[in-house]
């Protein structure tokens, strides 16, 4: 039986091309009730487990990276259902295998009705998250597909490769590694996007390197997030990271950033040859990640406490800079 419900023609031509808002039924497989939740939860490995807070304040970004701090996955899963935390279980392909089935069956399904459609390096990642939980604005540089199973969230995407949302020289950074994901906002952009009200059964995808940003509206939200890779996505960043080269090496200003013909190819080329000469050369920069700053507390208001080296705000580096010129 297919976890797609009842797709068109038109929903499977969609994907990767535009903005898709289709069914499916992971729901009924039974792998997302709470019992299920705290199971993975608890057999999740610390390492590829993530626990924040976005804070508590509406549209002020506050996010903080936190420690378990030993709470067994049952309690967590009510902690994350009254309070504001936000659990990103990653690589779901590699830490468990039914998941990883059903997954597989939604990307082979659409590979078989979108002729010349591939999604390579699959990665799939569970959120679970509280009813007032938000994440910022950013973009994923891989493909992105939302496939949301319990609760209710709004969906903002903004349009893509669009200059005003997010420039070539933004994207440039990103895809080259040296900013997060999250890049700089207005809430004048709000505007211009498409605004969604995901209800259970639902999933939301965009085109590559389109802005977007979610806010939770109703009760314990669960969502797969999976992304996926081919030969033009790879290439999209490679042309990103080839400019923002060309920009900071020789102070070339608006570069096309056309994912066709042998100018993209080219940069590909040029991209390819920058990562290796940095293994070469351990030249690698440090991404920036997120300090840990709480500890989850059942006994805490919003179900976490901060540090007390948690300090006021947490910031990457590039969003305490105005976005002039970006």
Known sequence: MSLLDRWSPEDFRTVEEGVLVARHKLAETGLFTDEALAEIVDSHPVSDLSVNTMGVEPGVFDWREGDRNGVDGETLIALVRSGRLWLNCRNMFTNHPRYAEAIHSLFDDIEA???GFRAEQRTANLLISSPGAWVPFHVDMPVNMLWHIRGKKRVWVY??????????LVLGRVCAGEWSEEIPYDPSFDRYALVFDAEPGQVIAWPQLAPHRVENLAGLNVSLSTEHKNARARRRINVHTANNWLRQRWGVGD????VDGMLAHGKQL???ALRYATKFTGQTKAKFTYPKTFVVDPSAEHGYRLLDSAGTRNLAPHLEVAAVGV
């Open 159 to 168: 349009p893509h490769h669009d200059n005003r949302f997010a420039s070539p």
């Open 255 to 258: 570069v096309e950033i056309d």
């Open 113 to 115: 009705n979108k002729p």
């Open 270 to 272: 040029v991209a390819r």
